[in-house]
């Protein structure tokens, strides 16, 4: 497994947790002053339930799912009230994913189910998931990979990228690579920024996300027009790799003043792996001029926010190592 192998591993754990908060935290700046306690979440919620899912993100940005439940749980509740409005529906489907993680399968089926029935597709991508995993549901590959080629024809772009990703792995299903980067690629190019992550991965290693071999020719040229296409699209794990790939000897887009520039936009948001990787930039003088010191100052501020490779070169640049 290489370097960067491990540290997409890292940066998936790390990002689990993360949402697309870009629009949230504008609903959250105008619509609630900057007083405001996590305690009146629940009060804002009830008494206006289309803030429920925004307040609800903005719980899991701070790990609290607790939280988040019983906001999307009041969200929900106005879906089975006032029936096919997405904007209700979101919350039933997020209350669903949260279950899931809970492994309370069932309720998580329960929820994806009712969405579905109304409309909504992204429960009907994360119904089909389940059926292909056998979570809560009896395992059935066939029924899940239509489900998921239904939900993509009707242009729901995750399960474009999840059958991308199925047909790439080939596993429970016949392996067909072009195929699945056709779907990946047009789950990118409709800002399923995932996607752009995903194919960008590919060309830049070789392999899939999860590690199966693609027998692809690694292209870092086509990796940075995908991790640019994501990073454009507000993925910042996208802007990640964007600046890694841009610092790569064999990419012909090779930039690593540009590269540098992305690092220190990623790390100035706060956004860990990026501090990390703006720590070697300082360390190793790619981009910038050599400075030990401030390496370890973006070491100990990646640590800092929870990234776990840093905590450990920290405790080594203190020692001079």
């Known amino acids: ?10 940066l998936i754990v790390f990002h689990l947790q993360l949402v697309s908060s870009e629009n949230t935290i ?48 009041i969200g929900c509740d106005n879906a089975l009230l006032k029936g096919k409005n997405n904007n209700y529906l979101d ?28 409309g909504h597709l992204k429960s009907c991508t994360n119904r089909s998931i389940m059926t292909l995993q056998g979570k809560g549901i009896a395992q059935d ?24 990703i199925l047909y790439i792995g080939g ?27 995903e194919i960008g991965y590919i060309y830049f290693i070789g392999t899939s996300t999860s590690g199966e071999k693609t027998h692809i020719e690694k292209d870092h040229s086509l990796a940075t027009q995908y991790y640019e296409y994501g990073c454009n699209a507000g993925d910042i ?5 964007l600046g890694m790939v841009l610092q790569s000897d064999t990419n012909p887009k090779k930039d690593v003043n540009k590269a540098f520039e992305i690092l220190q936009n990623g790390c100035n948001k706060n956004f860990a792996p990026m501090c990390w990787q703006l720590s070697l930039s300082y360390k190793k003088g790619i981009g910038v001029e050599q400075d030990f010191e401030k390496y370890k100052e973006l070491v100990k501020k990646a640590c800092d926010l929870n990234f776990t490779i840093a905590c450990s070169a920290y405790k080594g640049a203190q020692l001079g190592k």
Request: proline share 1%.
């Open 91 to 118: 919350n039933c489907n997020e209350l669903g994913i949260l279950y899931m993680n809970d492994k309370d399968y069932l309720k998580a089926l329960e929820l994806f189910n009712y969405g579905c029935s109304n």
């Open 26 to 73: 504008e609903l959250y700046d105008h619509n609630i002053s900057s007083g405001t306690k996590k305690n009146n979440f629940i009060e804002l919620c009830s008494q206006n339930t289309m803030l429920c899912g925004p307040l609800a993100k903005t719980c899991l940005m701070e790990k609290n799912d607790s939280e988040a439940k019983k906001l999307f749980g």
């Open 237 to 241: 794990r996208s802007c990640l790799f």
């Open 141 to 164: 590959t066939v029924k899940g990979v239509q489900e998921l080629e239904q939900t993509c024809a009707k242009n729901e772009m995750t399960s474009c990228m999840d059958l991308g």
């Open 171 to 197: 596993k429970n299903i016949q392996q067909d690579i072009p195929k699945g980067i056709k779907m990946l690629h047009r789950a990118c190019m409709n800002k399923e920024t995932s996607a752009c992550l």
């Open 1 to 10: 497994m290489t370097i960067i192998q491990k540290l997409f591993i890292v």
